[in-house]
């Protein structure tokens, strides 16, 4: 049948020649024989905007074909231009190993980094020996998730998040680690510091069974939604913002340090958008009608406040 691809302004860019059951994958392949330049990971296609829609119905990656969408012969879909690509996991990778490294360099390098400062303590105090080995224990424990856990519902994001998201966490690193591991430090009370550390460590414990919980749930590329059960997803949407979000607020009372408290805050910020928004898309995914389960009535991430 002939399809006809066109730009989000209505400009005709090919028409193509295509099976009739094709699936969307199949379009995108004979799309990018049009224009190499335009590869799998980099196309979107979505339906023409009905009367009293906002936005045209997304074609999506999976082996549901065109036809299925109500597309015939003579038809047309939109296509979008998604920029240059870049793969989830390369991008996850970058982002940890940066602050993995930054934050030691301070640790290890004073004589270097902090060369303004004539003196230079002879050890650095335990909180900051404890501090340095969470850190990069944090950092570490994410890269391992994100090659052995993590199943990502899209392969590819924009090329320019990993420059954006590289900046924030390696900027973070060193930011937070300049201050805690400078020479003229004054540690806090030792015992609140080894509390407030373990604590965080079982934060990460918490953090690390609730990313597994979360991986079970679906398999690679899988998109749908389910509810997640069990451990604190009974009480919490987002049970591994919830343990991320304290493991960094206990890190910075360990520490006593502005900084980590404003990079706890801000990555605390980012992670209530990103629960209530989930949050609000699991209840109206499973709003009890139809034969569909009714999504419980939980905390959002961050009770008993939220």
């Not at 990971?41 to 979505?46: C, G, V």
Request: charged content about 20%; some cysteine; aromatic content about 16%.
């Amino acid at each position: 049948m002939k399809l006809e691809v066109v730009s989000r302004s209505g400009r005709v860019i090919t028409t193509l020649d295509i099976n009739p059951d094709a699936t969307v994958g199949e379009l995108k392949k004979k799309f990018q024989s049009y224009n190499r330049k335009y590869y799998v990971a980099r196309q979107r296609f979505t339906l023409p905007v009905k009367p009293g829609e906002t936005r045209g119905t997304v074609l999506s990656d999976d082996a549901k074909r065109i036809a299925d969408y109500g597309v015939s012969d003579g038809g047309r879909v939109e296509f979008k231009d998604l920029g240059p690509q870049i793969g989830y996991s390369t991008v996850f990778f970058w982002e940890y190993f940066g602050p993995m490294v930054i934050y030691p360099l301070f640790f290890l390098f004073p004589k270097y980094l902090y060369p303004h400062i004539s003196a230079q303590p002879s050890a650095h105090a335990l909180v900051q020996q404890a501090a340095c080995a969470y850190w990069v224990l944090h950092y570490a424990k994410r890269i391992v998730e994100t090659f052995t856990i993590h199943k990502f519902g899209h392969a590819t994001m924009p090329i320019a998040n990993l420059f954006r998201n590289c900046a924030y966490y390696w900027g973070f690193a060193a930011y937070v680690s300049y201050f805690v591991n400078h020479p003229l430090y004054t540690a806090p009370n030792e015992t609140v510091s080894k509390a407030a550390l373990g604590l965080a460590l079982l934060m990460q414990a918490g953090n690390l069974r609730s990313h597994i919980i979360l991986s079970n749930l679906r398999a690679p590329g899988e998109k749908d939604y389910k509810i997640p059960r069990g451990f604190l997803f009974n009480l919490v949407t987002c049970a591994n913002y919830t343990f991320e979000i304290w493991g960094w607020i206990l890190y910075s009372i360990a520490v006593q340090s502005i900084p980590a408290f404003l990079f706890a805050a801000v990555g605390a910020g980012q992670m209530t958008q990103w629960a209530i928004a989930k949050h609000a898309r699991l209840r109206k995914t499973f709003d009890g009608k139809d034969g569909r389960p009714k999504y419980p009535r939980r905390w959002i991430v961050f009770p008993p406040f939220l």
